[in-house]
Nanobody
Framework: QVQLVESGGGLVQPGGSLRLSCAFS????????VAWYRQAPGNERELVAS???????YCTDSVKGRFTISRDNAKYTVYLQMNSLKPEDTAVYYC???????????WGKGTLVTVSS
């Protein structure tokens, strides 16, 4: 059973940075496509960024140039580096992993990011 554990959230001032981590347990991360989603109060969950097993990345327009997704398969971990944070980035951030062969999908429990002065 794959488990995903997010960490790195917290309170940060506008313009600040945070790095979120999504750690895999129960399986290597190398055969999973991984994505970060976020959900702000009253809003639907939205895709923020994704990375394929080969390392190809995607970021939604609202975070391009500010957020970077990366992976370290040796550490079974995927990261989301968030720079120049804005109050509208405030949300619970969730890690999602999809196995590329079986299409089985897993979610973490989320980590709260609050951007406020």
């Amino acid at each position: 059973q794959v488990q995903l554990v997010e960490s790195g959230g917290g309170l940060v001032q506008p313009g600040g940075s945070l790095r979120l981590s999504c750690a895999f347990s129960g399986s290597s991360s190398s055969t999973y496509a991984v994505a970060w989603y976020r959900q702000a109060p009253g809003n639907e969950r939205e895709l923020v960024a994704s990375i394929t097993p080969s390392g190809s990345t995607y970021c939604t327009d609202s975070v391009k140039g500010r957020f970077t997704i990366s992976r370290d398969n040796a550490k079974y971990t995927v990261y989301l580096q968030m720079n120049s944070l804005k109050p509208e980035d405030t949300a619970v951030y969730y890690c999602n992993a999809k196995q590329i062969f079986t299409r089985l999908e897993y979610w973490g429990k989320g980590t709260l990011v609050t951007v406020s002065s």
